[in-house]
């Protein structure tokens, strides 16, 4: 058996294709690719495939990083360039490297992601609304019914530089890991900003050992 893990870009051709929907499409990437994926056991047999965290609908990613499980041992190269002749459009693979079979799972490492916003309507006052924001003791929003303050999982947030639209654009750092996480959308909700007059794209996610994904 062999385990790899595969850097990815999920690109705008299929931003609004679900966490599920993606997996689907990994399974059948892999099959028309040739790549004899390794199966769980038990009664439903599954590809191993994990994927270290799931992209909220819309959102689009320089580099999602997934694990998958091989039944026999392969060269990469050939894996990669099998892989290339048969991606979808909006899949872009950066690169795939060996990993220990024994190596923890990517969700119980993650720590967090580096998000990119672009607003696509002008927030007068952005600079202001920012640092109002990170003062702020708690930051309070609705999940599931409940009210939860995600200020603790704001690691970071700062201005970026207009987009080649002249857009405003925000970087946000937010922790990811499984009990303490926070989306950017909600950060964008609570500047009282709709978000569905933004572009959401994660930049990269940062594991325990301070790996970003982009090294």
């Known amino acids: 058996m062999m385990r790899l893990r595969i850097d990815f870009q999920k690109t705008s051709p299929i931003r609004f294709i679900g966490h599920l929907?993606?997996?689907?499409?990994?399974?059948?990437?892999f099959r028309r690719a040739g790549i004899p994926l390794a199966y769980t056991q038990g009664f439903k047999h599954h590809?191993?495939?994990?994927?270290a965290s799931?992209?909220?609908?819309?959102?689009?990613?320089?580099?999602?990083?997934?694990?998958?499980?091989?039944?026999?041992i392969l060269p990469i190269k050939n894996v990669l360039e099998a892989l290339q002749t048969a991606l979808p459009s909006g899949l872009i693979v950066n690169q795939i490297s060996p990993i220990e079979l024994s190596a923890p799972s990517l969700q119980s490492i993650l720590i967090g992601s580096e998000y990119q916003v672009t607003f696509l309507e002008k927030i007068p006052n952005l600079e202001t609304i920012v640092e109002e924001l990170q003062n702020r003791a708690t930051i309070e929003i609705e999940r599931r019914g409940k009210r939860i303050d995600i200020k603790p999982y704001l690691f970071s947030?700062?201005?970026?530089?207009?987009?080649?639209?002249n857009n405003q654009q925000l970087f946000l750092y937010l922790s990811s890991s499984q009990d303490q996480n926070a989306r950017p959308d909600e950060v964008i909700q609570a500047i009282d900003y709709d978000p569905l007059d933004a572009l959401f794209h994660r930049l990269q996610l940062v594991f325990e050992n301070g790996t970003k994904t982009s090294q």
């Open 157 to 165: 947030i700062s201005l970026l530089p207009f987009d080649e639209n």
């Open 54 to 72: 799931a992209l909220p609908l819309g959102f689009t990613s320089s580099h999602e990083i997934m694990d998958f499980w091989l039944d026999q």
């Open 47 to 51: 590809p191993r495939i994990n994927i």
């Open 21 to 29: 929907d993606l997996f689907r499409i990994w399974e059948r990437t």
